[in-house]
């Protein structure tokens, strides 16, 4: 049977390299931006001040916003369209992890559609925005070139993630320089989530022959470099590797989309204040048990692809390797989360990634791969 219609959606415009940052005045020209409000963190504002006083010295005013932490919630984009209105800037650059990401892709489009919320936009036409560079500091999230924007409800601790084409950013820029920094467990979290970005892609029900070569080229270039990045924080190349696989991941799901896995995460680690990677990371080996007879034919392509006999068996050694249960295990309370696993499963229900799993989980499922988490953390 012929592939049904799709459209694939692509960031406009991708600079790559080594030292790529050193473009940031023709990523500037290209959006017609002369004043940029910078959504960055305090660490990434004193590491990058050079960068800064370079463009001030062109002619581009800098207004910063540093007034987040953590996971991206709804209080910091209010906070953050307040300060954008009053700044009167004609751009935005979001560097950093997926919380700056994810909060400047939100800011471009709400702050240029007033009384727009994020629950809205999925629903709209084309919408306006305000011109976005996007500079990821990490290899996990693939933000830098999806539709999509992952914000926690700072009242509900419900995370959403609308998608639209206008949250993609106009100009990404891929340094691997700037990841250098990243620790070992860092390293690790964010990669395992942009992993499962890419094979969660390639197993879910919408993947197109488009997003199956994003996502195998991930899957290839992740699965082949994480250890080396993990173990050798300075080997360029490596860090290279991760950060184009997490961009391909990235483009992946943004075209296809995510799983069980990620819809099993996102309430554990809204509810227990967990990294979003460390979530995914727990949750996937259960998924893929799950639904791996449903998908056979796809997972043995992603273990040609890892270059392993079994994606289980790969992800799970990945997990032991970077003491992932351990981490978990003094950051969780069991007994809070075994009275807990009725609401997960209601939020994980509630959110997306169910009805694009190619083995459809009932109620139960998704509470016995909860329960299947808990017995493991307990048991070792």
């Known amino acids: 049977m012929s592939q049904l219609a799709s459209t694939t959606h692509f960031a406009p415009r991708i600079i790559h390299g080594a030292g790529s940052i050193s473009n940031l005045k023709a990523a500037c020209e290209a959006i ?7 959504m960055i963190s305090e660490r990434g504002k004193k590491s990058l001040a050079k960068t800064f006083e370079h463009l001030a010295a062109n002619g581009i005013s800098l207004h910063y916003f540093t007034a987040f932490q953590s996971e991206p919630t709804t209080g910091h984009l209010q906070d953050a369209l307040v300060s ?16 700056a990401l994810d909060l400047g892709k939100a800011l471009s489009v709400l702050a240029a559609n007033k ?9 709209q036409g084309p919408l306006n925005k305000i011109p976005l560079i996007a500079m990821p500091t990490t290899a996990g999230t693939g933000s830098e070139v999806t539709k999509v924007t992952v914000i926690t409800e700072t009242k509900q601790k419900r995370k959403l993630n609308p998608g639209h084409p206008s949250l993609i950013p106009d100009v990404v820029v ?3 320089e700037l990841t250098l920094s990243m620790s070992p467990k860092i390293t690790a979290e964010t990669g395992l989530d942009a992993l499962a970005h890419a094979i969660e892609a390639y197993v879910s029900t919408r993947a197109t022959p488009i997003s199956d070569v994003f996502a195998l080229e991930a899957i290839r270039a992740i699965g082949g470099s994480i250890r080396t990045a993990y173990r050798e924080p300075q080997n360029l190349q490596a860090r290279d590797d991760m950060l184009r696989g997490s961009m391909f991941a990235g483009l992946a799901f943004s075209n296809s989309s995510t799983n069980l896995a990620h819809a099993t995460a996102r309430p554990l680690g809204t509810r227990f204040s967990l990294p979003h990677g460390l979530s995914v990371a727990l949750m996937h080996p259960y998924v893929i048990a799950f639904g791996k007879e449903a998908a056979h034919e796809r997972y043995t392509a992603i273990a040609d692809a890892l270059g392993a006999k079994s994606v289980l068996y790969f992800i799970e050694e990945l997990n032991a390797l970077f003491e992932l249960k351990e981490e978990a295990r003094k950051r969780l309370d069991l007994d809070e989360l075994i009275r807990s696993i009725p609401l997960l499963v209601e939020d ?6 169910i009805e694009t799993n190619r083995k459809i989980p009932t109620r139960q499922d998704i509470t016995d791969i909860y329960k299947n988490l808990v017995t493991d953390l307990m048991g070792e």
């Open 32 to 38: 017609q931006a002369t004043s940029l409000f910078v």
């Open 84 to 99: 954008f209105e009053r700044s009167k800037d004609d751009g935005i650059l979001a560097i950093g992890g997926g919380t």
């Open 115 to 123: 009384g727009l919320t994020l629950r809205d936009i999925p629903q």
């Open 174 to 176: 891929l340094d691997p």
């Open 348 to 353: 994980a229900l509630s959110g997306n990634g």
